[in-house]
């Protein structure tokens, strides 16, 4: 179950009453502690307190866009963003970017044909930063037929720069990312020098790719996520993000390194 993972809200919960006997087996038989629940129980308290819902509890639709669409509000989702962007793993010391003036970087954009990913907002974020000599782009969905062919190609690229726009959405069947685009990624490690890969959506995919020398998650492919995880990338800003949820051995809840 999630809650074994540190999730503290499940959403549509298949049948409310086995959830909730669930999770009183898994205290009873001692898989997570009582107080764990608890403190779940205490964030979203918080939260509600802080939200003010207890004095609003009926949501007046026609101030919804001026909020949500305020300074203050974009702003807020702003430092929201600077604050999530979460560096994982940096062998190498691929990040951030550095004395990129002169080198040639290749941007393989992924996803699982599930969503309609932000892959061209990423792309003009990115060439907005001028820092390569030469800049070039794949925009990949579903089952790959030319791997060799894209990793021939990547040979030539002192970079590799991989957004990956895979999200976990209710009854698509799958979470992660076709095996030919892990194929393709596991082979660019083993032929390639420096790659980094960028995470939009699903934290859990390192899983699939794990000697991969640079791994960032940013959770969202929203335009604020992407900036801030770009700003990120050049030294802009501080990764100062931490992991909301166990991925494995290696990076647990609360990992994340700083610069």
């Given at each position: 179950m999630f809650l074994l993972q540190g999730v503290d809200l499940i959403l549509m919960p298949q049948g409310e009453t086995?959830?909730?006997?669930?999770?009183?087996?898994l205290v009873l038989n001692g898989s997570i502690s009582e107080e764990r629940i608890n403190s779940s129980v205490r964030k979203i308290l918080n939260a509600k307190q802080w939200l003010k819902l207890y004095e609003n509890k009926i949501v007046d639709e026609s101030i919804v866009s001026n909020i949500v669409n305020s300074a203050d509000s974009k702003a807020l989702a702003r430092e929201i963003a600077n604050k999530s962007i979460t560096l994982v793993k940096n062998?190498?010391?691929?990040l951030p970017f550095t004395e990129q003036q002169q080198k040639k970087c290749l941007i393989i954009s992924m996803n699982n044909g599930n969503e309609k990913a932000n892959s061209d907002?990423?792309?003009?974020?990115?060439?907005?930063?001028?820092?390569f000599s030469e800049l070039s782009f794949y925009d990949l969905s579903g089952d790959i037929t030319n791997t060799?062919?894209?990793i021939s190609d990547a040979a030539g690229y002192d970079l590799i720069i991989i957004p990956i726009y895979a999200k976990v959405k209710i009854k698509t069947g799958t979470v992660g990312l076709p095996s030919s685009q892990l194929d393709l990624i596991n082979g660019l490690t083993a032929s390639s020098g420096k790659i980094c890969i960028i995470s939009f959506g699903n934290p859990?995919?390192?899983?699939?790719?794990?000697?991969?020398?640079?791994y960032v998650c940013a959770y969202s492919d929203s335009e604020v996520s992407i900036e801030a995880a770009v700003d990120a990338a050049f030294g802009k800003i501080k990764f100062t993000g931490k992991l909301p949820v166990t991925i494995s051995n290696n990076f647990g809840f609360g990992h994340g390194i700083t610069n």
């Open positions: 086995r959830t909730i006997d669930a999770i009183e087996g062998s190498g010391d691929v907002y990423f792309l003009k974020t990115f060439k907005e930063t001028n820092q060799s062919e894209i859990y995919l390192i899983q699939g790719f794990p000697e991969v020398g640079s």
